[in-house]
């Protein structure tokens, strides 16, 4: 079945960590973006992937890196997590096309303490 | 200006009630258009497509004024289960399709 997938699910983390959060799709889709979405507020785009090797900011600035080494996968790293941090991380996919719909992950919970 | 404008709510309205809302998009050279549905603290799930034409998918309606820049979602019959944020959805040709902030319906017994 086609999915797009997200690990950790929730993760409690001290200040200064290092963390990757995985995204993975089965759907072939050449497109992927990372979202961050605070309880109750609007999605913020903060990065996109036109495919392998394509990595570019999204509207909002955001101190985490992302690299796409393969189609299906798109992980999003955090080099020192900071309480700001404390978010939901939704990870997207979609194909090329103008207007394609973009599904979305079940996201990522995550708390610096 | 947000290139997409929803009215946050909360629309609080009976079960069996009709409700309307309304979103608004700023650029005008604006392809497609979607509503999303998005549940308490899970992700974003399509709704519906939205054709110039208008469509309806059973008790949801939503039409496009390409004159006017908005776009309209119509429930009727509300049910318990369409409480939720409803996103407006518009692809501007940018990287990635604009979200709407989201209008939230409560439907109460």
């Known amino acids: 079945e086609a999915d797009i997938y997200q690990t950790p699910r929730y993760l409690v983390i001290g200040t200064g960590k290092k963390i990757t959060l995985e995204c993975s799709q089965t759907m072939g889709h050449d497109k992927m973006y990372w979202y961050q979405q605070d309880p109750g507020m609007e999605l913020h785009l903060i990065h996109y992937?036109?495919?392998?090797?394509?990595?570019e900011k999204g509207d909002l600035s955001s101190e985490s890196t992302v690299s796409r080494i393969r189609t299906e996968h798109f992980p999003l790293t955090l080099e020192s997590a900071r309480p700001s941090h404390t978010s939901q991380y939704l990870c997207?996919?979609?194909?090329?096309?103008?207007?394609?719909?973009?599904?979305f992950g079940p996201g990522t919970r995550l708390t610096v303490l | 200006r947000k290139e997409v404008e929803q009215d946050p709510g909360p629309f609080n309205v009976p079960e069996g009630a009709t409700v309307a809302f309304n979103c608004t998009y700023s650029n005008s050279a604006s392809q497609s258009f979607f509503w999303y549905r998005q549940d308490c603290r899970k992700e974003p799930k399509l709704l519906m497509s939205?054709?110039?034409s208008g469509n309806e998918d059973g008790r949801f309606t939503a039409q496009l004024n390409r004159a006017s820049q908005y776009i309209s979602l119509l429930i009727r019959d509300s049910k318990l289960s369409d409480s939720a944020t409803y996103l407006c959805v518009v692809d501007t040709g940018r990287r990635a399709l604009t979200f709407g902030s989201g209008t939230r319906l409560q439907v109460q017994p």
């Open positions: 997207a996919s979609s194909d090329l096309g103008r207007g394609s719909e973009q599904f």
């Open positions: 939205v054709y110039s």
């Open positions: 992937s036109y495919g392998v090797n394509s990595t």
